[in-house]
């Protein structure tokens, strides 16, 4: 009882505006006594609130005022609204979350000239009701993991024709696994995983090894047969090597790779292929912080060299949209920039 009146008395007691106004006022440089103790029991200060929320705020000018009510939360900037939501207790925040900033007003003319001006390989597709924008959308290029859409649409096919089953069990053998990205390569051998929760982590969290178990899956059903995400590090990084484990990626120096090599697509097949997959629930799961939509599908890819990403949404207009956009360049992709005028696009 002592510790907590002695809080009380040292620091202010903070309202919910207080405590919001202040951080739009400060331009998001946080102060440790606007959380609670249970907040920053879960949460390192510094690394996990002050740095990111720091930095969001400073990528985006000045913070000109904010308005909150009922837990929702909405920061303007000079050209960007950050919405959020947050909840308090005694004053002090037990929690806080932003969603994508947005433009306040967007002209795609310019967002697609500023996504040409990065100066890569560039290729998008892009239609929303009546407006299209399309650039090289016809021209395959590297896309990395957002190849693994043709694998979930395969799974569908199966499943549609009853020789695939959601609820049949895969046995992650030893030989299965491969390197990131992914969390399935580090589980035990000879684990047991649903096709449905494998097909899940081959979208959501793009794992390559849950990826090679659904097409050795589709092998054995007699499907469409894919090159393995295991064949193909070792089409790219060891080409002398029979296997490409769990840890081989420490091997190699990745940055010595670029775009050259990997699977190709464009970005008008992909659209149209998300949009065909638009009742796959697999692609819901991670949409990539784009949540303003009714629905959102997102599928997406990476390595050096090579950015690709993939979206399909629902408007207010009840209407279903698609925006893909690949870029490869030898010298590396500027990703935080290139994904920055992906998301106004979108958004």
């Not at 009146?5 to 405590?19: E, G, H, K, R």
């Not at 959601?166 to 030989?175: P, Q, S």
């Not at 009742?279 to 390595?303: A, H, M, Q």
């Amino acid at each position: 009882m002592k510790k907590v009146l002695l809080i009380l008395l040292l620091l202010p007691a903070f309202s919910q505006a207080n405590v919001l106004e202040q951080i739009c006022k400060d331009n998001g440089v946080l102060k440790k006594q606007q959380f609670s103790e249970n907040i920053l029991s879960q949460v390192d200060f510094d690394s996990g609130l002050k740095l990111p929320i720091g930095n969001l705020f400073k990528s985006l000018g000045n913070c000109k005022s904010v308005e909150s009510s009922n837990g929702e939360m909405k920061f303007e900037f000079e050209q960007h609204v950050i919405s959020g939501k947050y909840a308090l207790n005694n004053g002090q925040l037990t929690s806080i979350w932003f969603a994508t900033p947005q433009l306040k007003s967007k002209n795609l003319d310019q967002l697609f000239a500023a996504l040409k001006g990065l100066k890569h390989q560039t290729s998008y597709y892009y239609t929303s009701g009546k407006k299209k924008f399309e650039f090289n959308g016809s021209k395959k290029m590297y896309v990395a993991s957002s190849a693994k859409l043709h694998v979930l649409d395969e799974l569908k096919s199966c499943i549609k024709k009853k020789k695939c089953s959601n609820d049949d069990v895969l046995v992650l053998r030893k030989e299965l696994k491969t390197s990131p990205s992914g969390e399935l390569q580090s589980w035990p051998d000879d684990s047991k995983i649903l096709v449905s929760s494998a097909a899940n982590l081959m979208i959501s969290k793009s794992d390559n090894t849950a990826t090679d178990l659904v097409i050795d899956y589709l092998a054995k059903k007699k499907m469409k047969k894919f090159r393995s995400m295991q064949q193909r590090f070792i089409d790219l990084y060891a080409p002398t090597s029979k296997t490409f484990g769990p840890e081989d990626y420490k091997k190699v120096d990745l940055s010595k790779y670029a775009s050259s090599g990997g699977e190709k697509e464009s970005t008008e097949n992909l659209c149209m292929l998300i949009l065909k997959l638009k009742d796959s629930k697999e692609l819901s799961i991670n949409t990539d912080g784009i949540d303003k939509f009714e629905r959102t599908l997102y599928k997406g890819g990476s390595r050096f060299g090579v950015l690709q990403k993939t979206y399909a949404w629902i408007d207010e207009n009840k209407n279903w949209n698609c925006l893909s956009v690949t870029l490869n360049d030898p010298n590396g992709v500027n990703n935080t920039e290139a994904s920055k005028i992906i998301s106004n696009i979108v958004l």
